[in-house]
């Protein structure tokens, strides 16, 4: 059994309570206490999963019971948090995106290595059983090479609720707009069945839709190293919100995740469907999806330190996004591609 710290209970933490308390009930995991600097979360947050929880941070950082912390506080405190978390021995679950910054970003996942723990992002979309089985496919070659690729983010986020939330939009807390606060979701797993990003050539901007500092809209070109293209669409003025769609063309299939479903069009006649149990969301309430996604993150997470591996969609696979959307934001501001490195 693993014991397990929280640091922060704000809205974001649904999801990994719901699974770490079906893991707890199972006798996979004990959480020791869950901290948030504000009474009423930690109150709400006991009441409503069982919980112990703490107002003292230190507590979680020097328990030697503590194996690993999940770290679910806005991106702009990432690095800090986790740099004192990685310092005390413990693993880092860390929530999407690493950081603010992919400096910054970069730092998280130096610091964790050189203090030799592991780290794990929370990008859940790579554990829906439609992903899963379309990883698997594609290791055992049965989509053959894949020609061309897309990622298509047509969410909608509204401004009452959503963006009017104190530092919601903004760089200082978020990093950036549609690409790395939502779409990095989706970003990683196109990336995760890609060889390297080589080009792109985008254009980003903000629509009249919303009064935000960051992009909420994105439509992009992309090379890959060895060839194949690759298209970025990315927005949240797209009401009322619709699943998130990879798409990839192969010489010997076509596969298409639509939300938490799998389809895949043989080119010998076959069809294959997987997933179509799970819920995703892509409208005005960004929690309104299965927590099935987050259960299998941190099972494998778990799993990567029983068994002293990496776990998957680590930090430094996590990079391969950010690194992505610098060269997108770039490109769109100067008007020319990118080469990514």
Same mark, same amino acid.
């Given at each position: 059994m693993l014991r397990i710290g929280i640091i922060g209970l704000g809205t974001g933490i649904k999801p990994h309570a719901l699974s770490l308390r079906e893991l707890a009930d199972e006798g996979r995991v004990e959480v020791c206490a869950?901290?948030?600097?504000? &009474? @009423?979360?930690? %109150?709400?947050?006991?009441?409503?999963y069982g919980f112990p929880v703490t107002d003292d941070l230190e507590a979680i950082l020097n328990d030697p019971a503590i194996d690993a912390v999940f770290v679910v506080t806005p991106a702009n405190t990432h690095l800090e948090i986790t740099r004192l978390v990685a310092a005390a021995g413990k693993h880092v679950l860390l929530e999407k995106p690493l950081e603010v910054s992919t400096d910054k970003a970069e730092q998280v996942v130096r610091v964790c290595r050189e203090a030799g723990v592991k780290l794990a992002i929370m990008v859940q979309n790579r554990f829906k059983i439609a992903a899963l089985t379309l990883r698997d496919l594609i290791d055992g070659g049965e989509i053959g090479r894949v020609v061309? &690729?897309? /990622?298509?983010?047509?969410l909608w986020r509204p401004q009452a609720g959503y963006y009017d939330q104190p530092g919601r939009g903004t760089f200082a807390q978020d990093g950036g707009g549609v690409l790395i606060t939502q779409g990095i979701h989706t970003l990683d797993l196109l990336l995760s069945y890609m060889p390297p990003v080589a080009e792109v050539t985008a254009f980003a901007g903000t629509t009249p839709v919303h009064a935000?500092?960051?992009?909420?809209?994105?439509?992009? /070109?992309?090379?890959? /190293?060895d060839g194949a293209i690759g298209v970025v669409d990315a927005t949240t003025a797209c009401y009322p919100g619709l699943p998130e769609r990879v798409e990839l063309v192969g010489e010997l299939a076509t596969a298409f995740i639509d939300g938490a479903h799998l389809r895949v069009c043989f080119k010998d006649g076959r069809e294959l469907v997987a997933g179509t149990e799970e819920e995703v969301a892509g409208? &005005?309430?960004?929690? /309104?999806?299965?927590?099935?996604?987050? =259960?299998? =993150?941190?099972?494998?997470?778990? %799993?990567?330190?029983?068994? %002293?591996?990496?776990?998957? @969609?680590?930090?430094?696979?996590?990079?391969?996004?950010?690194?992505?959307?610098? @060269?997108?934001?770039?490109?769109?501001?100067?008007?020319?591609?990118?080469?990514?490195?």
């Open positions: 869950g901290y948030s600097r504000t &009474a @009423a979360r930690r %109150d709400a947050f006991r009441a409503a061309k &690729a897309g /990622a298509y983010i047509p935000i500092e960051v992009e909420d809209v994105c439509g992009a /070109a992309l090379r890959f /190293a409208g &005005a309430d960004p929690m /309104a999806f299965s927590h099935s996604f987050h =259960r299998r =993150r941190i099972e494998d997470f778990l %799993d990567a330190i029983e068994n %002293d591996r990496r776990p998957r @969609a680590s930090g430094e696979d996590v990079l391969r996004a950010h690194r992505l959307i610098d @060269a997108l934001l770039l490109s769109s501001r100067e008007r020319r591609p990118v080469a990514l490195a």
